[in-house]
Nanobody
Framework: QLQLVESGGGLVQPGGSLRLSCASS????????LGWFRQAPGKEREGVSC????????NYADSVKGRFTISRDDAKSTVWLQMNSLKPEDTAVYYC????????????????????WGQGIQVTVSS
C-alpha cells in the first residue's frame, strides 16, 4: 500500500520560508494527482495546493497564491511545497495526499478525492 511521509516542517518567523517534502515509500507516484492540505486547531482541513499526475496543472488556495509553489519529481517519488512569505495564519498541520483516480491533467483541492494520506507535519509561524 502506498505510504506517504512528510518532512521539512518546523518553527519559522513571519516572512520566512519552509520547504515541505512528501516521499512515497516503495511505490511510484507517476499516476497520482498529489495534494497538500492543512488543518489548524479548531478549523476544518483545507486544500492548499495540488498538482496533476503529469505535472502540467497546478491549483492553489487563494490564501496561498503567489507565496506557495507545488512541484513533483516522479523519479524521486516526491512532491514538495515551497512556502515563502509565511504568515502566522499559515500555522497548521500539513498533510500530503495522493488521488489514485485523477482526471487527466487535472487536480482538485477536494479532500474527498484523495485516498492516501501522510501522517502530517507541524508548521508553526511565530515570532
Amino acid at each position: 500500500q502506498l505510504q506517504l511521509v512528510e518532512s521539512g516542517g518546523g518553527l519559522v518567523q513571519p516572512g520566512g520560508s519552509l520547504r515541505l517534502s512528501c516521499a512515497s515509500s516503495g511505490f511510484t507516484l507517476d499516476y497520482y494527482a498529489l495534494g497538500w492540505f492543512r488543518q489548524a486547531p479548531g478549523k476544518e482541513r483545507e486544500g492548499v495546493s495540488c498538482i496533476s499526475s503529469e505535472g502540467g496543472y497546478t491549483n492553489y488556495a487563494d490564501s496561498v497564491k503567489g507565496r506557495f509553489t507545488i512541484s513533483r519529481d516522479d523519479a524521486k517519488s516526491t512532491v514538495w511545497l515551497q512556502m515563502n512569505s509565511l504568515k502566522p495564519e499559515d500555522t497548521a498541520v500539513y498533510y500530503c495526499a495522493a488521488d489514485p483516480l485523477p482526471v487527466q491533467d487535472m487536480c482538485a483541492n477536494d479532500s474527498l478525492r484523495y485516498y492516501y494520506w501522510g501522517q502530517g507535519i507541524q508548521v508553526t509561524v511565530s515570532s
